[in-house]
């Protein structure tokens, strides 16, 4: 059992070496990296789609998928440099294969890069990819129950982005007991409702990121 914790602590500190190198690298050229969390569904992919329309800085993604390049074939639709992970079978993205992907990506000029994790609310959260910050990204369909299930992701966000509440009047959410529960766990993180296929909340999200790339730029 102790080997165990041992080789696990040996991995999580050699990825966090790598987390390190990505955070000075893109501190030195000023691209401010968010690394969007949430599960399979939440529409991570969809609110990329239209971010990606409205801000008006430049961008970059790196999607993360278990398998399959669909998610990022929306993304290139948007004109948008992309490039894609397939973790083949691994619940969430490590410092090492992002450091590797940054070298396809033209992050000199950069302005902002997403990282769409892969679909899991537990471990993409406890695993630092050096980007500056979190975001918690869930849905309408999944209940308003998932901070209190999944605290350490909405703990550690900078923003929690409640999708697709154009669906509200149809399936019923309480949004008191959600939005209740997050300021309990972070009473500092940006809260957003968004409906990103009707456009609502996307220039509350984008300000969010405009803001978040000055306060980079002022250090």
């Not at 940006?190 to 984008?206: F, P």
Request: charged share 25%; with cysteine.
């Amino acid at each position: 059992m102790t080997r165990k914790i041992n080789i696990k602590r040996s991995v999580l500190a050699a990825d966090e070496e790598f987390a390190s190198k990505i955070r000075e690298r893109l501190r030195k050229e000023g691209t401010l990296m968010v690394n969007l969390i949430g599960s399979p569904g939440a529409g991570k992919t969809t609110l990329l789609e239209a971010t990606l329309g409205e801000i008006p800085f430049s961008c970059a993604v790196v999607e993360g998928d278990v398998a399959t390049s669909r998610d990022a074939e929306r993304i290139s639709k948007t004109g948008t440099p992309v490039v894609q992970i397939n973790t083949q079978g691994g619940c969430h993205l490590e410092a090492h294969l992002l450091w590797k992907a940054l070298d396809e990506i033209p992050t000199s000029g950069l302005d902002v890069l997403f990282v769409e994790n892969v679909g899991n609310l537990v471990c993409p959260a406890e695993f630092d990819l050096g980007e500056d910050y979190k975001v918690a990204v869930c849905s309408v369909p999944e209940g308003p129950d998932k901070p209190l299930k999944y605290p350490h992701l909405f703990h550690e966000a900078g923003a929690v982005l409640l999708t697709k509440v154009d669906l509200i009047p149809y399936i019923g959410f309480d949004g008191d007991l959600f939005w209740g529960d997050v300021k309990k766990l972070n009473p500092l993180a940006s809260c957003i409702e968004v409906a990103s296929l009707t456009g609502k909340g996307i220039d509350a999200w984008t300000d969010v990121l405009g803001r978040w790339l000055m306060e980079k730029r002022r250090w």
